[in-house]
């Protein structure tokens, strides 16, 4: 392995002992399935520590960066449908709370829908487990974790600091390579109906703020209001996302719902009565992704209009000595949390 910048390794090893510290935290909450929250901090931190693993692979042995790579990845994977389903059974709950309890019509099929759900996250609780257990038993954790402490200790005793030409110049690479991916895909936003498009816009912007993500303390956090704004895009193409989904699903639901009624009773009559609710449900999202799509152009229309990417481009490209923060009006709303939504996951996230 040829010589590795100790500033490079430096950043390398702290984001990545971060992250594996936070999957660790929640492996016991995944495995009790009491809270959500459990499940969506584990699969997050696994995401980040692979993007991580996949910007610093020249950082550590091939085989051993291999191996952590797809451990990890069967984290990411296993997790994936239990969270799918706590994201679809929050939103259905919420969506019964809006409802009048007294309401006949539509509370029915929400209702039968959100009780599949529910035995389809007990019927995965344990594929999550056993997905803990595989990275428990194949011990990729603690041979992180000792890896890790043992070249942070070497780089502290040695007084290196995550800030070198060399880093500077690889974190400038790697952002400007995802800003230049999320910009050539920017056209999807052309066509409200690119379904496709949008889903690979928000993969982009998601490898983007994670990128940025790892790179801030290089930066002394000026990347911060930057990271905001591209999670903010993010947040809203995962909604969207996320309203495609749904749409698609009910619609499947329906058809199998319907099949099951008439296998029990012979005849379809008995779901006739899940069909206002699920039907109201469908078009709540198809609403719901239309009003979102115009906040997503508003927004980016904002950002290319306030001129965010010359100012990030400034940013990158300014001598080490010499802060230029990409701070624009939009950013600012961000970073005081307004119209700010959880972007970490949504549903069949990748």
Request: hydrophobic share 40%; aromatic share 6%; with cysteine.
């Amino acid at each position: 392995m040829a010589e590795i910048d100790p500033s490079y390794q430096l950043l390398a090893c702290q984001y990545l002992r971060k992250q594996l510290d936070a999957l660790i935290k929640e492996v016991r909450g995944v495995r009790e399935n009491k809270d959500i929250e459990p499940v969506h901090q584990a699969r997050v931190a696994s995401r980040r520590m692979r993007a991580a693993l996949g910007m610093f692979g020249d950082c550590f042995e091939a085989k051993k960066i291999d191996k952590w790579r797809s451990r990890i990845r069967r984290v990411t994977k296993g997790l994936g449908a239990a969270r799918d389903l706590d994201v679809q059974i929050e939103f259905l709950e919420q969506f019964l709370a809006g409802l009048d309890e007294k309401d006949k019509r539509h509370r029915p099929g929400v209702e039968r829908l959100t009780l599949r759900l529910r035995q389809d996250r007990d019927a995965v609780q344990p594929k999550a487990v056993k997905t803990l257990d595989a990275l428990e038993k194949g011990n990729a954790m603690a041979e992180m974790h000792g890896e890790l402490e043992k070249v942070l200790f070497l780089l502290r005793h040695r007084g290196v600091t995550v800030q070198s030409p060399y880093v500077f110049e690889r974190a400038a690479a790697h952002i400007r390579q995802r800003v230049q991916t999320l910009r050539a895909d920017e056209q999807t936003l052309a066509d409200p109906l690119d379904v496709p498009g949008h889903h690979q816009l928000r993969i982009d912007a998601k490898r983007l703020r994670y990128t940025m993500e790892i790179c801030d303390p290089v930066y002394d956090g000026q990347l911060a209001p930057a990271i905001k704004a591209v999670k903010k895009v993010q947040s809203l193409l995962g909604d969207i996302h996320d309203c495609d989904v749904w749409a698609e699903d009910v619609e499947a639901f329906m058809a199998a719902e319907r099949e099951r009624t008439i296998e029990y009773f012979g005849h379809h009559g008995p779901f006739n009565r899940l069909k206002p609710g699920l039907e109201r449900l469908i078009d709540e999202r198809r609403r719901c992704r239309a009003e979102t799509f115009d906040r997503l152009v508003e927004h980016w229309t904002r950002l290319s209009e306030e001129g965010f990417w010359d100012r990030l481009e400034a940013l990158l490209s300014a001598p080490l000595d010499v802060p230029v923060a990409p701070e624009t009006e939009t950013e600012t709303q961000a970073a005081d949390g307004s119209e700010e939504t959880a972007a970490d996951d949504s549903c069949t996230d990748q």
